[in-house]
């Protein structure tokens, strides 16, 4: 689903981030790239608390690819018990003292360990109605999403294909497209991230590695996406 609302007035309704820059920021300082998805867990909190302090009610971050898969089987398992660590100690605890806050986990999860999956799934339970939802996205793919949108459709005979049928069956199909998409690191790609769904994203890339990320860095932003006149192929009236 779309956001159509063109007012430049507030701050986004729907923010997504690609998290970049932690195995480099940990290389500068002579680190393990595991030291620095450790420091990166930490900018996740700041800028999940700016988001909703500034309005924005959907937030997603890209935390583990699909591609990701072809790092070092250490790295890849780093990072899953970083994951699972995090939602326990902090995501879980968030959510309870918050009865306005749910956490989503866009991808496929079947992959992901065991225990790690459950909690995904449970976590995702405890989360339904909530009026503002952080997705973390694990195991996510922007042409898979596209992929399997379409077999879902097609295996419930929602036939012909239309884009309204398309966005029904999107992993993130419970939330309006990204207002702004934002890009630490410095790289300027879409790494396959919510391909469908930022067709008419505003951009923003950083230079900031993303463990150095601050609440300024992501109200600077919203500032910039403020400035910014969203036509959706249109014109200016």
């Known amino acids: 689903m779309q956001n159509t609302d063109k007012s430049n007035k507030a701050s986004p309704l729907s923010v997504a981030i690609i998290m970049d820059g932690n195995g480099r920021w940990a290389t500068r300082r002579g680190l393990p790239r595991t030291e620095g998805h450790l420091a990166g867990a930490e900018a996740v909190e700041t800028v999940i608390r700016t988001a909703k302090d500034e309005g924005v009610r959907y937030l997603t971050l890209f935390a583990f690819s699909t591609e990701n898969w072809k790092r070092p089987r250490e790295e890849v398992d780093a990072i899953m018990e970083l994951v699972y660590r995090y939602l326990k100690a902090k995501a879980l605890p968030m959510i309870e003292k918050d009865p306005e806050l749910g956490i989503m986990f866009p991808g496929d999860k079947s992959p992901l360990p065991q225990r790690l999956r459950e909690l995904c799934l449970y976590t995702e339970r405890l989360s339904r109605g909530r009026q503002s939802i952080v997705s973390i996205a694990l195991n996510y793919g922007g042409r898979a999403d596209i992929v399997n949108a379409a077999n879902s459709a097609i295996g419930k005979g929602e036939l012909p294909l239309n884009e309204e049928i398309i966005?029904?069956?999107?992993?993130?199909?419970?939330?309006?497209?990204?207002?702004?998409?934002?890009?630490?690191?410095?790289?300027?790609?879409?790494?396959?991230?919510?391909?469908?769904?930022?067709?008419?994203?505003?951009?923003?890339?950083?230079?900031?590695?993303?463990?150095?990320?601050?609440?300024?860095?992501?109200?600077?932003?919203?500032?910039?996406?403020n400035t910014r006149v969203r036509r959706f192929g249109g014109l200016k009236s």
């Not at 630490?184 to 505003?202: D, K, M, P, V």
Request: proline letters at 5%; charged letters at 20%; glycine letters at 6%.
């Open 167 to 225: 966005s029904r069956h999107l992993y993130t199909s419970y939330m309006p497209d990204p207002d702004l998409v934002i890009r630490t690191g410095g790289e300027h790609r879409i790494s396959n991230f919510l391909l469908w769904q930022s067709a008419y994203s505003e951009y923003i890339i950083l230079d900031t590695l993303w463990p150095d990320i601050s609440s300024g860095h992501l109200r600077e932003c919203i500032s910039e996406y």
